[in-house]
């Protein structure tokens, strides 16, 4: 999914670090980060994002993207309106790539977790983990 996908590497990535924060994967994060800002998502969006804020979206594409993986991992369901505004934008076969991406990204989180994989301990990207404990409740992303 990562290499071979009818979505913009940009929204690749980015599905990755929704991912990675929603199941605070902090390692696939820390891999990623610079990956996303070298494919043009605004750090801005990013710095929002690790703060579990709503992140000030200029790219169209990147709100609706952002709404439809919310969504879905969130609720396990996508709105009739979220689902029509990306369908509009990404076509039949990115909504079917968006979908792939977050769940490949998910699982790959799941797994970083578990096994609690190589995590640096000087890049701690989310306040609200230390090392592979919650030290704050678990709150919505923004």
């Known amino acids: 999914m990562r290499f071979k996908s009818s979505l913009p590497e940009r929204l690749r990535e980015f599905s ?32 929002a994002l690790a703060e579990r804020r709503e992140p000030p979206f200029e790219a169209e594409d990147e709100a609706v993207f952002y709404r439809f993986c919310k969504e879905l991992l969130e609720t396990h369901l996508v709105s009739d309106e979220t689902y029509a505004k990306a369908q509009a934008l990404f076509g039949d076969e990115g909504m079917v790539d968006a979908v792939a991406c977050l769940g490949t990204f998910s699982m790959l989180a799941m797994v970083l977790n ?14 609200d983990m230390q090392d592979y404990t919650r030290t704050a409740p678990r709150a919505p992303l923004g």
């Open 16 to 47: 990755l670090l929704i991912a990675a924060r929603f199941w605070d994967a902090q390692d696939s994060w820390n891999a990623h980060l610079g990956k996303a800002h070298a494919a043009g998502l605004p750090e801005a969006v990013t710095q």
């Open 114 to 127: 578990t096994f609690q994989v190589d995590l640096d301990p000087a890049k701690r990207p989310f306040a």
